[in-house]
Nanobody
Framework: QVQLFESGGGLVQAGGSLRLSCAASGRTFSFYAMGWFRQAPGKQREFIATIRRNGGNTYYADSVKGRFTISRDNAKNTLYLQMNSLKPEDTAVYYC????????????????WGQGTQVTVSS
């Protein structure tokens, strides 16, 4: 098993930047493909980005492509999401997720989830 703890959320003005972190504990972090998802009020949780175990391949939702960057540091057991050019529509709770099998783009592809961190972008 792996436990996940997100941090780095907060309030930022439109056009600003934030970096989210997801610290992992438990089983070896490098065994897991990782993903970021978000859930805005009244909406379903949606895929943002995913990264393979060795960090060699990344995939993004069209809504964040070119603005967000997913990365990982396996030596530090940490996943990151660098968010630039933030927009009010990026306001949501952001979740990291882990799975042993693959770097998928669906919620059901991931077995382990963090508790989330709130990101609020003001206009």
């Amino acid at each position: 098993q792996v436990q996940l703890f997100e941090s780095g959320g907060g309030l930022v003005q439109a056009g600003g930047s934030l970096r989210l972190s997801c610290a992992a504990s438990g089983r070896t972090f490098s065994f897991y493909a990782m993903g970021w998802f978000r859930q805005a009020p009244g909406k379903q949780r949606e895929f943002i980005a995913t990264i393979r175990r060795n960090g060699g391949n990344t995939y993004y939702a069209d809504s964040v492509k070119g603005r967000f960057t997913i990365s990982r540091d396996n030596a530090k057991n940490t996943l990151y999401l660098q968010m630039n050019s933030l927009k009010p529509e990026d306001t949501a709770v952001y979740y990291c997720a882990a799975d042993l099998l693959r770097a998928g783009m669906s919620l059901r592809d991931y077995e382990y989830w963090g508790q989330g961190t709130q990101v609020t972008v003001s206009s």
